[in-house]
């Protein structure tokens, strides 16, 4: 069966700068170069994120390797610590300004949409020393100026921008999970550094709309929860407000979610009210995983957290993927895909990131390549899916593997790979995967021949 998609329609790759540059000492420190150079036994493998893909090197490599796929669309993020030599006085690096214009130029010159990202889970450590990172009004502010900055320096380069990546999937770890320092666990740390950085968005794309003339938007992770029993129905709504509608309500609809808010008031959380709303152009949807969600069955924790009202779990008979512990749900492409068209405007948006992680990867080599075939049937089940909503009337514009080369992976490092091209770690060499060959044909011709099940 022949799945089509419209001509126009964007296959591309997304990164960010902290996995992918290296050259730490270039730059100044960032919450992940602090954490990694305190606590190296943190991260797997005690490997950090230097030289990572060495891009900062190699940027003219990496760019001939996407030549190479054909990509349509590329998505990466400017560090918000290369690109100031003193963030606190917002002294310009001219060293880190002149590798993203070099960078970004040479993308360009390859006919390869370019969507820059302004932050992505990479904070200069300093903003967390002096003033507590995104807990504090001073950070906003000073991510405005960032921005600002960037938009002056880089705008004839950029095609789409992006304010944030996956601002819930930062926080989440950093005040939940331990996952991103400071490992400030607590549900008030969470509900105020989420609303500082809806402040923080809100600002930057009401500057950049009345001073330039691309489109803005933001990057939202969404983890569908799917609710098994009629009882767990509560339980799935407070997750969904919790993880999935901090920022697609107000980003889309202008307002926070009414049952969010009740929630807070309730425990007495304290929210700061946000007084101006102003519309994006696009949404990126960032999709690996639903989430299996119930009714809370043994509440341990001293003090509210959002899971005094459910708990997740994976059914029985349920497929995942093995190295991450995933449940693998295509069809829930469709299901967003209808309710951000039902519910949410039909706004334009894209499938920002979906991919396969797998772990050592390299028993899968084979005459001297990757032979990734589960990772090309993994795309073409979620293809098949976006392709049916798309057909349907869904506002979709395109999709992003995540990733384009192995890349760092925050703590995790480089144990799980989703990348259409290989990076060894030894032998430095970056290498065309099986799946970039299927991948760069569906970028050219926009059809795939779907898969066995259809």
Known sequence: MKIQFPWEFSFGAATSGPQTE??????????????????????????GNNPACNTYYEYMQDVELMKECR???????????????????????EDGVSFYRNYFKAIKEANIDLYVNLFHFDLPFVLEDEYGGWLS???????????????????EFVDKWITFNEPIAFTRSAYFYNDIYPCHKGTQAYVTANNNILKAH?????????????EIGIVLDL??????????????????????KIFLDPCIKHEYNKDYLE??????????PITEF???????????????????????????????????YIPEGVRINEYRGWAIEPRVVYDIAKTIQNEYGNIKWYLSENGMGVENEEKFLK??????????EFIKEHLYYLAKAVEEGSNCFGYHLWTFIDCFSWKNTFKNRYGLVSLNLQTREKKLKKNAFFYRDLAVNKFFIGPSYV
């Open 223 to 244: 983890l569908p929860p799917i609710i098994c029993s009629k009882e767990d129905q509560y339980a799935g709504l407070v997750y969904d407000v919790f993880i999935n």
């Open 137 to 155: 009004d001073k950070v906003v502010d000073l991510y405005v100026e960032f921005a600002k900055a960037c938009f002056q320096l880089f705008d």
């Open 22 to 47: 290296g050259a730490s000492d270039k730059k100044v420190e960032s919450i992940w170069d602090y954490w990694y150079r305190t606590q190296p036994e943190v991260f797997h493998n005690q490997v």
């Open 71 to 93: 990509l349509n669309s590329f998505r990466t993020s400017i560090q918000w610590s290369r690109i100031f030599k003193d963030p606190l006085t917002l002294s310009i690096n």
């Open 202 to 214: 809100m600002l930057a794309v009401s500057f950049y709309k009345k001073n330039y003339c691309k």
């Open 367 to 376: 005459d001297g390549m990757i032979q990734d075939d589960y990772r090309t």
């Open 263 to 272: 929630i807070l008031k309730k425990h007495e959380m304290d929210i700061q």
């Open 278 to 312: 102003h519309p994006i152009d696009f949404v990126g949807i960032n999709y690996y995983q639903p989430v299996y969600v119930r009714k809370q069955g043994d509440y341990r924790e001293s003090g509210f957290y959002p899971w005094y009202y459910f708990e997740t």
